[in-house]
């Protein structure tokens, strides 16, 4: 007797552990083989040529926090090239990795390359508009690959018993591991599909390298002590741990540094005195700059208020002296970058960080050579490369006016700024530029994306069970296409019943439908204005009596929402229409005593509200206005919004509308109230 197939656990089900994370966060892992017999010295090989290239393109290159490194790994009985690289806050470097095991898998034809981070096959999730149904995250793993520059990806294809010798048997299974992707791949290396739709899309951000590299760069002047700026000299890319340091302090580590008298045991590394202190150009990443420039760093610490207070006066004392407020700028800067190195230095020893340790063995060899002899001059530092640079910081403002406008599409000329005042300009540069409006056209084409029905979204087979349901017979077959035809849906029939619903008179198009059906006999009300072949299949499937039943059924269901008042989009409407017509007539009419009118309108407005309770009220007599209590409900949507984003304002904005905000309004006592 055959055991039952193995119930396959599904996300959110006890056990599962297909999302499972074997990352740490914002680490990105690769993996190079070399399909084929080849040994230890050809992965040597390529490891050389991989240093080769990252020292080419990456020379002076900041790293967030680790750089691209490769190790041979010999691992159940596999050889490869491995490395993890913990790219930080800094998404670039993630890309940049990528870029280079590209460029050199075009260097070896037989090299094929694996990369993912935490989130899984990153490259897919780029792509993930233009991924094929059968493609899902509980199964890519192990099948995106980089060949000869070329994305790769080892399909799913069910095997029948006559291909079963042609097809590898691993790629017919949902899943497949590390070992038997590479069989596949040495089996048959050209099995792997290539897509250039797919490639394009996982691969467009690599389209601005190499030239991103440079311009992922950004110098600043800043105004640190001399000793400092030795340092950093000798180890610029000692920047980023620094950076992380002060960017992640905590008050613990801070301790020391804003005691207004420093220990003996633990003095300050980078004293801040007024005579000693130079302005220098240091190269950061802008991911880095905008780290520093963007920490609020208040109070400073009691070392750096001699030099602060001048400047902060001269800044406040006259607000328009652009050099007082730079002055200004780049001595919080320098305090900033300093408490980073002072934090930094502390442990430097004991870090894992290589360059880290790299500014520890500086500052000994400071301590036994005497600084004063061992510090730069001024003439000295003058002479260094770049040291006066400083690149405009324009990128991290952000007009939003000029951010919406280029949602829309729109130029500043357009929008009626003046073009003289803004030639050449426009929000970010020409990647961010690109990057919106490719995020605003898929946006938009979600949203006009009139082929998907009224199921949602598509489930593909591959969800709805095992394998082994593929092998059912033919007439199971049959019976389900059957059951399918009976719960079709006919869109037509279902507009006209809400119509019909809603008290709403017919269109013109359903009351041409209407007249022709009274023309024709009832049993073929519904092959009129229908030619395809499947009309007689639905005739068969549908009788009279069934008709019949289904239209008793809406009228009675309708007849009570009626009653209930569920129809009503506004109930209130009618009611008081009718008790103001009431009124006027009364009062043109000036006959009767006072308790005669009285009496009248009491009673006819209980007559009213009778006939309201009852539901016997004619719905046709007073159409519903559709555009006011449209506008009703968009104008209640984004008056909830309170001044925040939500769906009202995204529809209204993406329709060229701007609606104010509303700051206030009275409540139902007449009272004012304020409104975020």
Known sequence: ??????????????????????????????????????????????????????????????????????????EDGLCYLHGTTDYGDNVEDEWLIVYLLRE?????????????????????????????????????????WIHQGKLRIIPVITTHASEAKSTPAAAASKSISLREALKVLKATPDFPIHSTFI?????????????????????ALITIPRKLAYIIHARPKSIAPATEAFYLRDPAAMKHLLSSTPSAKSPLLFPPTISNLVTISIRFTKVLYAQLKSQRFDPPPPAWRPPLQPAEVAAASAPADIVAEQTLARLELGMKVTTGYELLARNAHESKNRVAREVALLLDDLAEDGEEEALPTDDEIKGWKDVEREDDDSWMNIDFEEFERELNGQTRAKAGVEASATAGQAFGDAKAQADLQKMVSRFEAFLNDETAGIDGAEVDEMDQGDDDEDEEDDDEEIDSEDEDRQVSFDEDQFTKMMREMMGLPPGAEEAEGMSARQKTPTGDSRSVGRDSPSSDEEEEEMTEAEEEEIRTLMMQ??????????????????????????????????SGSAAGTAVSKKGKEKEIDHEEDNGDSDDEDDAVDIDYNLAKNLLE????????????????????????????????????????
């Open 557 to 590: 269901m309708e007849k009570e929402l009626k009653g209930h008042g569920a129809l009503e989009l506004n109930p209130s409407s009618k009611k008081e229409k009718t008790k103001q017509s009431l009124i006027k007539a009364e009062a043109r009419d000036g």
């Open 104 to 144: 050199l898998s075009r260097s070896f034809p037989d090299l094929w390359v694996r990369v993912f981070d935490s989130d899984g096959e990153f490259l897919l999730i780029e792509a993930a508009k233009v991924l094929p149904n059968w493609l899902s995250p509980e199964m890519d793993s192990n099948r995106v």
């Open 1 to 74: 007797m055959n055991s039952p197939p193995a119930v396959e656990l599904r996300p959110g089900d006890k056990g599962f552990d297909g999302f499972q994370m074997t990352l740490p966060e914002n680490c990105v892992e690769y993996m190079l083989f070399l399909i084929g017999d080849h040994g230890l010295p050809r992965l040597e090989a390529v490891r050389k040529a991989a240093a080769k290239q990252l020292d080419e393109l990456t020379k002076d290159y900041i790293w967030q926090r680790e750089c691209f490194k490769l190790e041979t790994k010999v």
């Open 199 to 219: 490639e394009a899309e996982a691969f467009y951000r690599l389209e601005k390298y190499p030239e991103q590299i440079a311009s992922s760069l950004h110098h």
């Open 637 to 676: 949507s984004f008056k909830s919004q309170a001044g925040m984003a939500g769906p009202a304002g995204n529809l209204l904005s993406m329709m060229g509308m701007a609606l104010p905000r509303d700051d206030g309004g009275e409540d139902e006592d007449g009272e004012e109230t304020d409104r975020r």
